[in-house]
């Protein structure tokens, strides 16, 4: 009989870790059997194939974060500001905390291929294509390439923060830490908000 439950939960643990220390295509299902110390019939029984794996792992991850991303823009109704999109989209990444995703994630993004293919199209896109739109809808009149350039700037931000919360203390001399996320998320969205205003009056005005 094969167990489910910890021997599930150790293989994503493992899978995760690898796939973030040696990227997807260089780790093989026995190199992460034989970490997870489990046979290829739990990886085969549980995942099936290597592709599902990964797509296991991912959603594992970002599954929660991206159902109270939504759950929070629904809950600021059909016409939500610049900031409550903001809060919602970086909100519940933030105070989660994903930090110990970040090798995943940074292996993944030096993939292209491997990210579109298998993590922004099966994972990401339905939430990109619900905060462009509400964004859209908080700029009127906002030239679109403007508005996904200041999306791109978010998404940027936010991996920044996450990649670099370690060793913010450090670099910043004990004035910057992630220990008050509420303050974190606030700072954030004061920012790029005024970044997106900014640049949107900037197109205007030059537009006219």
Known sequence: MIESGDTKTRILDTAER????????NTSLRDITAEAQVNLAAVNYH????????????????GPVNKRRLDMLDAAGPDPTVE????????PVLDIGLESAVPLVGRILSSPDLFLDRVYKRHFLVVSERFRAAM??????APVDSILWGLLFTVGAMTHMMALS??????????????????????????????????????????G
């Open 84 to 91: 409550q999109i903001l809060t919602a989209f970086l909100e």
């Open 166 to 207: 370690r060793i913010l203390p450090e670099i910043t001399a004990g004035v910057c830490s992630m220990t008050d996320r509420p303050s974190i998320v606030a700072r954030a969205v004061d920012f790029l908000a005024a970044g997106f205003r900014a640049a949107v009056h900037k197109e205007l005005i030059c537009a």
């Open 136 to 141: 859209i809808r908080a700029l009127p009149g």
């Open 47 to 62: 995942f099936h194939t290597k592709d599902a794996l990964l797509d296991a792992v991912i959603a594992r991850r970002v």
């Open 18 to 25: 690898l796939f973030g220390l040696k990227g997807y295509e």
